[in-house]
């Protein structure tokens, strides 16, 4: 899952940035609201974590841009006020949810979770494809109930099919939502993981599409175009 960060406290935002890194996203940082409106309006996010207080372009400013422009990504409110007035601001302006500074990273991390469930419409916390479960809490991936060590890469990548589970998902969509933007986007690795999944969880946990993408999906179920 890609995460777009916009904060421009430089500590808390390369904290936010490794800490989610250390559980499986990948990320992307701006520190303005300018480049972040850029960065949001042009790439690909599961969701935003976005600062109210920033410079250049105020962050409900770029929200309210955001959502005029069509982009439905959840997007998670974090500001140091702490007012009803400015919570009822930041939803009426497209926020999915809010926080206020000071806050626990571990709370962030869970409500940022429950974003992107509701998002590709999962309501639990354990997402299941057959035999497959995949806990977004633990980061935990089983198979008939024998736990399977993945790559980070592996785990991104399994996460982001078991989230859209039943639909088909490009090779440009997976490189799009599982690589930040600075890494080094090679389409043929997304094969290389599809590979090496298939030999931990076996042949048939992922289809391949041909000429559109891959699919996940529970036995007997058809998949749908996303």
Do not use: C
């Amino acid at each position: 899952m890609r995460i777009l960060i916009v904060e421009d406290e430089p500590t808390l935002g390369k904290q936010l940035k490794s800490t989610l890194e250390q559980n499986g996203y990948a990320i992307d940082l701006s520190t303005d609201g300018e480049d972040g409106h850029f960065l949001g309006s042009t790439e690909e996010y599961d969701a935003v974590i976005l600062d109210l207080g920033l410079p250049e372009i105020d962050g409900l400013t770029v929200l309210g841009m955001w959502r005029k422009e069509g982009r439905k990504f959840p997007v998670l409110v974090l500001t140091a006020r702490d007012s009803w007035s400015d919570k009822v601001a930041g939803l009426d302006a497209g926020a999915d949810d809010y926080l206020a500074k000071p806050f626990q990273t571990e709370e962030l991390i869970a409500r940022l979770r429950a974003l992107i469930r509701r998002a590709s419409g999962n309501t639990s916390s354990e997402l299941t494809a057959g035999p497959v479960r995949l806990d977004t809490r633990s980061g935990r991936v089983t198979l008939a109930g024998e736990p399977v060590k993945l790559t980070a890469q592996e785990y991104k990548l399994l996460s982001y099919l078991m989230h859209h589970k039943g639909k088909v998902v490009s090779r440009t969509e997976l490189i799009e939502h599982i690589y930040d933007q600075d890494f080094d986007r090679d389409s043929n690795t997304i094969e290389v993981f599809v590979t090496r999944i298939r030999k931990k969880l076996g042949a048939d946990v992922i289809t391949t599409i041909r000429g559109l993408g891959y699919s996940l999906d529970d036995p007997d179920e058809q998949p749908r175009a996303n």
